[in-house]
RNA sequence: GGGGGCGUAGCUCAAUUGGUUAGAGCGCUGCCCUGUCACGGCAGAGGUUGCGGGUUCGAGACCCGUCGCUCCCGCCA
């Protein structure tokens, strides 16, 4: 027996005809004397009717002791439904089958949790969804996910293939790279004591290509990281990453944007408009206290270091005597805020390095403040024109070394913004994507409990020409070649054009970062030597592919647009993994385990 | 590594200030039902309150520890 038709196929033209439909008992409707059966493919559904005048009774009992979930094949005639008793919420609903064949092909116990009902099967606790995800991915939300993710893919593919790109595999077994992030390793039985390590990411073989002569290359590429997780983070995850030679940033960007462009087109019927626009990392900063700004929001930060400058107020005064700012931000009505939730902004700011936090609060045409009193009526009047103040709003400070202030009340901002949708105080439209290119990044950062530099992105990506002479005089104020792609507050990706001369990566490497020449060498000198083989200028990015499936599914974790995700601790439930292994597989490894004590009694 | 939330029937949740035999809806089982589509009706079964310890005359609730899930900070070149 063949299935002769999908779920979601069979409409009025079908009537008269005998077809076969297999697949998954949605809902069973027994009314003693009729059955109606619903069968569910990944395509929809279809109603069957088991009628006892028109089959047997033992395939009508049948029916009837079937639970849902069971798989089955019904063979029976398209009909008609009868007047009034048409459905109008699924495609085939004005037609059903009037079965008289039932193969019962596989018979489902009584499941965990329900998969018919959206309502109660999206609110089912996460751990049981993990635990049985393949009763999970059949619910028709999560398949939903599961096509789109596949058809942004292919679209990926396809337009990636027509800008002249290769898509080119990389290995998985690569080894340590200890700068960035905790890798995981992998022992390897022909070499004691030496380990591969999973990439990160495919960069330093993507370079490689470029010196190969591939010009353009791309892969949907696994990455592996053993840190932390979040809702957007997993241990292992895929990145949309490409690489192009002989190209400057501009037109890595319209590549990126051409692909952005696509895929919504594709995926969403959206047409982007391009080209994104473009903000320098000291703008975003300034503006939004944060290298990842959300533009769609206002809400900006203002800069009040001028009208402070005579301050009578002591903490305003000392943060500029020592060369830092004074920013504010205007929670436009706020003021009405709890005194929870403004010691819970109190606590972000001391989060982010700030002693306290200076707030105002215009409640009744009054300023209500601890500090209002330090403020002369020239400062009140420019605070006033400045944050355009109003009834009701509350005014937040920060005062402290710029990069510390932005940040502060960038994260402040960030919060009053969750509360403000919380309350239904600030909406935008739910179709609404703010893509920005943010340029310009710093090249270093200095890590004062070291005192050293190091790179703010990768030690690969090449400084602003124009800059290149500050790298050893004055490397705070070097730029680096780098973007990153954000969406709606979002960090989509980031790349950079990167260092094609040996002589300027070896002065990163070496005289910037004061790495040993031999640990370069050991770790880098592959690529060194690349380069003085005709190395190309190139560049690329790498976009979260799984982040950018969560934007355009609307989920809130990107686990809900990966098959088969980790939990927050990075173990899968349903497999168990990670498992122990076999001691003969730790000898053959010559490997010996130094457990810690064991700690607790387990679940 | 740190902080927050959650854990009670198969599922989603309730259980006043610590006080009777831990309840409801859905699901499940049985019976009835020929036009339903969240079918309906009647009856019934179903509990180590995550686990371990403690306080108390008495603990689902309070305390300590622990396990799991989750969110955030650190971390993620």
Redo the contacts with the bound molecule.
């Keep these: 027996m063949k299935r002769t038709h999908h779920c979601n196929e069979l409409r009025l033209e079908h009537v008269g005809q005998t077809v076969t439909l297999m697949g998954w008992v949605h809902?069973?409707?027994?009314?003693?004397?009729?059955i109606?059966l619903?069968v569910r493919d990944r395509e929809g559904r279809t109603?069957t009717?088991f009628?006892?005048?028109e089959v047997s009774k033992a395939v009508f009992e049948q029916a009837?002791s079937l639970?849902?979930e069971s798989v089955v094949a019904i063979t029976g005639l398209v009909r008609r439904?009868?007047e009034?008793?048409?459905?109008p919420?699924?495609a085939t609903?004005e037609v059903?089958v009037?079965a008289r064949e039932l193969v019962i092909l596989n018979r489902a116990e009584?499941?965990?949790?329900?998969v018919?009902?959206p309502?109660?099967a999206s609110?089912?606790?996460?751990?049981?969804r993990?635990r049985y995800r393949y009763l999970d991915l059949r619910r028709p939300e999560m398949l939903r996910n599961l096509k789109l993710r596949s058809k942004v893919a292919m679209a990926t593919r396809a337009y990636l293939e027509e800008q002249g790109f290769l898509e080119i595999e990389t290995p998985t077994l690569f080894k340590s790279?200890p700068?960035?992030?905790?890798e995981f390793v992998v022992p390897c039985r022909n070499h004691p004591g030496l380990f591969y390590a999973l990439p990160?990411?495919p960069?330093?073989f993507k370079q490689i290509l470029m010196v190969a002569g591939v010009e353009r290359y791309f892969q949907l590429a696994r990455c592996y990281?053993d840190?932390?997780?979040?809702?957007?983070?997993q241990p292992e995850f895929t990145q949309i990453d490409l690489e192009m030679s002989f190209v400057e940033r501009e037109d890595v960007y319209a590549v990126v944007e051409g692909l952005l462009q696509r895929i919504w087109r594709v995926a969403l019927g959206v047409e982007l408009k391009r080209p994104f626009p473009r903000m320098r990392f000291r703008d975003a900063m300034d503006r939004y206290g944060i290298d990842k700004p959300d533009t769609r929001w206002g809400l900006e930060l203002a800069d009040l270091t001028e009208t402070f400058h005579g301050s009578d107020f002591k903490v305003f005064q000392q943060a500029i005597a020592q060369g830092g700012v004074v920013k504010a931000l205007n929670a436009k009505a706020m003021a009405g805020l709890t005194q929870g939730q403004m010691e819970q902004l109190t606590g972000l700011a001391r989060?982010?390095g700030a002693k306290g936090l200076a707030y105002i609060k215009v409640e009744g045409g009054e300023w209500k403040s601890p500090i209002v009193k330090f403020f002369r009526e020239a400062e009140r009047v420019q605070v006033q024109n400045r944050l355009k103040v109003e009834e009701g709003d509350l005014l937040l400070f920060a005062a402290d070394e710029w990069q510390k202030a932005c940040e502060i009340l960038g994260r402040l901002r960030l919060q009053v913004i969750d509360w403000a949708r919380q309350a239904g105080r600030l909406q935008v439209e739910p179709g609404r994507f703010d893509f920005l290119w943010v340029e310009d990044f710093p090249l270093l950062?200095f890590d004062k409990e070291n005192n050293r530099w190091?790179?703010?992105?990768?030690?690969?990506t090449a400084p602003v020409p124009e800059d290149i002479p500050w790298l050893k005089t004055d490397p705070r104020r070097v730029r680096g070649q780098h973007y990153d792609i954000v969406v709606n507050g979002v960090e989509l990706g980031g790349g950079s054009i990167r260092i094609h001369q040996p002589d300027l990566q070896k002065t990163v490497f070496e005289d910037v970062l004061q790495l040993p020449p031999d640990l370069v060498k050991g770790r880098f000198g592959y690529m060194l030597e690349a380069f003085r083989y005709g190395a190309p200028p190139h560049g690329g990015i790498a976009l979260g592919f799984d982040r950018l499936m969560a934007l355009l599914c609307g989920a809130?974790?990107i686990?809900d647009v990966i098959a088969f995700?980790?939990?927050?601790?990075g173990?899968c439930?349903m497999t168990e993994s990670p498992g122990p292994v076999e001691p003969r597989q730790l000898r053959e490894l010559h490997l010996e385990l130094r457990m810690p004590p064991t700690?607790?009694?387990?679940?």
């Design positions: 809902s069973r409707r027994d009314l003693g004397g009729v109606f619903d109603q009717v009628d006892p005048s009837a639970r849902p439904r009868p009034g008793t048409t459905n919420r699924i609903g059903e009037l009584v499941l965990p949790f329900a018919d009902d309502e109660t609110r089912v606790n996460e751990e049981l993990l790279t700068e960035g992030a905790r990160q990411s960069q330093q990281r840190e932390d997780l979040r809702a957007d983070r989060e982010s950062s190091y790179s703010s992105h990768h030690p690969f809130e974790s686990r995700p980790k939990t927050a601790k173990t439930l700690r607790g009694t387990g679940p």
